[in-house]
Nanobody, 116 residues
Framework: QLSLVESGGGTVQPGGSLRLSCQASGFTLNMYAVAWFRQAPGKEREGVSCITGTDDTTTYQDIVKGRFSISRDRATNTVYLQMNNLKPEDTAVYYC?????????WGQGTQVTVSS
């Protein structure tokens, strides 16, 4: 079964940090562009960051630039999202998927809550 599993979410105070993991099962992520997406309550899902499959070039949405960092570990078939200086507006369910996203690869996501 081909799947993506997100983990690493939690509840942190403003200014805190979390590292999210995206683990692939049944296939290798290494050749794919992978993106992190998020969906806040009452809002549409939006792209946050992407890493290419060829040379690991990274891109970020403006509101997370300088705070989030995407990376991949090809040995473990995992893509990470390091999130620093978290803000309440970062509260959302975070998902990973190919970029552009594959409709069949959406996982359960991992909840990130930033609250004092």
């Amino acid at each position: 079964q081909l799947s993506l599993v997100e983990s690493g979410g939690g509840t942190v105070q403003p200014g805190g940090s979390l590292r999210l993991s995206c683990q692939a099962s049944g296939f290798t992520l290494n050749m794919y562009a992978v993106a992190w997406f998020r969906q806040a309550p009452g809002k549409e899902r939006e792209g946050v960051s992407c890493i290419t499959g060829t040379d690991d070039t990274t891109t970020y949405q403006d509101i997370v630039k300088g705070r989030f960092s995407i990376s991949r570990d090809r040995a473990t078939n995992t893509v990470y999202l390091q999130m620093n200086n978290l803000k309440p507006e970062d509260t959302a369910v975070y998902y990973c998927n190919e970029d552009p996203p594959s409709p069949n690869r959406w996982g359960q996501g991992t909840q990130v809550t930033v609250s004092s």
